[in-house]
Structures are given as C-alpha cells and as structure tokens.
C-alpha cells in the first residue's frame, strides 16, 4: 500500500518561511519524481516543484528564487523549503510521486500566509 504524508503547514505571516515534508512508503523512493502542487479555494491544482531521480529540479515562475525542493532518499522524504512567503501562496499543498504512468498523491498540508 502506497502512502505520502505531508507534514509542516501552518499559519504564517508575510515574509516568513516553512518547511513542508512528505514521507512515502510503500514505493521505491529513489525511482520516482517527487513534487509539490497546490489548490487554492475555487482554483485549480497547480505544480509548484518537481525534483527527478538524478535530483534537477523545476520550478513555476512564481515561486523561483523563494522555494527550494529537495529529498532524502534515506528517508524517503521530500521537503519543500519556503521563504518570502506572500499571501497569494495560501493554499492546500500536496504532495506527488510519479513514475511512468504511476501517480500517487498525499492528503494535503493546508499553508495559510497571513498577518
């Protein structure tokens, strides 16, 4: 049984930083693109980071220079490192493993940036 957890989102002011996690079982880790998405209320699901199995990395324009995406093989782990954060980031981060046609998702880790 596949399973993502995420962990790490909470309520933070302009300008602050969080670091979400996403811990996966169940899959051959170091096999699969790891990546982070995010909802916000009445907008769809968007790629904000992607990192591959050689560990290169892409980013959507709006998070570049502010977020960094990186993993753990050992842990089976995928962090999310997030700075400068602004309100328009507000929104449910998910949490994504892919491989071929394989895609797995996690629950969701809500981020809300407010003063």
Known sequence: QVQLVESGGDLVQ????????????????SLYRM????????KQRDEVATIASDDSTIYADSV?????ISRDNAKNTV?????????????????????????????????????
């Open 79 to 115: 962090y999310l490192q997030m700075n400068s954060l602004k309100p328009e980031d507000t929104a449910v981060y998910y949490c994504q493993a892919a491989l071929f046609s394989r895609q797995y998702w996690g629950q969701g880790t809500q981020v809300t940036v407010s003063s």
């Open 35 to 42: 990546g982070w998405y995010r909802q916000a209320p009445g």
């Open 14 to 29: 302009p300008g602050g930083s969080l670091r979400l996690s996403c811990t996966a079982s169940g899959i051959r880790f």
């Open 64 to 68: 570049k220079g502010r977020f960094t």
